[in-house]
């Protein structure tokens, strides 16, 4: 039994392919892709530079499923990554000041392409525009990946297979709010921003929000959108570094509300702020009402997938025999940073591990 069909040729389904077919090149590999060319969400992530990894990757408290996550990592970790990445695709990491890594082109161009020459290098058979089902002889992977900015999946493939696929919802997207954003159109700014039900605080970081005029954005913003639930409230605090007291003291140097709002903040976020009433707590509290967030046409991942519990820690199915399941089509996701890619790759690779390990007479 050499027979390995992998169907979808994004990234995770790509390195198991290579990962494998390195290690055993007597293996008949094939990679069944629904779009007409593979890999082509790679273009689209981390700006075009393609964040592929952090050098936090192994803090299992990133993913949505940190014990699951935990157990992953003990079998393959960022090390196994990076030795991926350069040993068998040939890419070089650059790391940001935020500890992201991409390429050290900073081209999402160089990832894909890397990938592209190992699959003829390593003749991998490679089969595009496909529509048809699973062929179940042999080993068979899934890595469909998800609904975000993608016209095909594969979740279908899994419930057939009497796989539960738990609820699905867009995540890393922006936010519809109530309150009018046309004025602060184009406006980005760092603060600390916080996504509230009630008086709880279910998530809270730093970072830069951007102010579209139809929605809330940036990747502080993104992040929020992965701990949303109806009725929710995003509060920023537009001056972190300053408590309210201090904020009162810093006030009495100024002559008027607006030279001391116009001294922390650009001209219109000053002006909304003013409009607002009690100035200190509005720049404490600069809140929105969340109405919902913008649909998988704008998400970079989906929440929700495999359900977990039927899935083993080397992603061999408990469910189906000979049957793995790697990537995004599983109930695993992350912050923005490189995590969701990270988790890609290492879930490619782990499944890789244990086709090697378990069917040792490929
Ligand atoms: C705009 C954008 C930016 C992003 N930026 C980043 C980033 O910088 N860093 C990061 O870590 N993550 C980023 N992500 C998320 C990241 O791209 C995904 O988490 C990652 O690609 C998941 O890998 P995967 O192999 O599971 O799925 P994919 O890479 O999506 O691959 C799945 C493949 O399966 C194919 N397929 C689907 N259904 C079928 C089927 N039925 N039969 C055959 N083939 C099928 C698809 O066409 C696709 O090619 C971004 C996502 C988007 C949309």
């Known amino acids: 039994m050499n027979k390995i069909n992998i169907y979808g040729a994004g990234i995770s389904g790509m390195t198991v392919a290579i990962y494998l077919k390195k290690r055993n090149p007597k293996l008949d590999i094939t990679l069944y ?71 050290y082109s900073e081209k999402a161009t160089s990832v894909l392409t890397a990938y592209l020459q190992k699959l003829k290098e390593l003749e991998i058979k490679v089969v595009t525009s496909f529509r048809g089902d699973l062929d179940l002889k042999g080993i068979t992977i899934i890595a469909t990946g998800s609904y975000a900015q993608s016209k095909y999946t594969g979740y279908n493939y899994l ?13 890393l997207t922006t936010l519809k709010v109530k309150e009018d954003l046309r004025p602060l159109k184009g406006i980005r700014f760092k603060v600390k921003a916080s996504i509230l039900k009630g008086n709880k605080v279910l998530f809270s970081d730093e970072g830069e929000v951007q102010f579209r005029e139809d929605a809330l954005s940036g990747i502080v913003t ?27 003291i810093l006030k ?38 969340i109405l919902g967030l913008n649909s998988y ?36 996701d992350a912050r923005c940073g490189g995590f969701n890619i990270g988790f890609a790759i290492i879930s490619g690779i782990t499944a890789g591990k244990s086709i090697l390990r378990k069917h040792n007479s490929l």
């Open 33 to 103: 892709e629904a779009n007409d060319r593979v890999g082509q969400k790679i273009l689209k992530t981390g700006n075009g530079k393609c964040n592929l990894s952090n050098t936090d990757l192994d803090n299992a408290s990133n993913y949505n499923n940190p014990s699951f996550m935990k157990e992953v990592l003990k079998i393959t970790n960022s090390n196994d990554l990076r030795a991926f990445v350069l040993d068998d695709l040939g890419i070089v990491l650059r790391e940001d000041d935020y500890g992201r890594l991409y390429p």
């Open 159 to 171: 419930t057939n297979l009497g796989h539960k696929v738990t609820d699905l919802n867009p995540a």
């Open 222 to 248: 993104l992040d929020l959108s992965r701990y949303y639930e109806e009725g929710c409230e995003v509060s920023f605090d537009l001056v972190p570094e300053y408590s309210k007291e201090e904020l009162k």
């Open 252 to 289: 009495a140097k100024f002559n008027d509300e607006d030279q001391f709002l116009n001294s922390l903040l650009p001209k219109m976020l000053a002006l909304e702020v003013k409009k607002r009433g009690n100035i200190i707590s509005s720049l404490k509290d600069f809140r929105f009402t």
């Open 297 to 332: 046409n704008e998400a970079q991942i989906t929440k929700g997938g495999l359900d977990l519990r039927e899935i083993g820690y080397d992603f061999s199915s408990k469910i189906k025999s000979n049957l793995y399941v790697i990537g995004e089509v599983l109930d695993i």
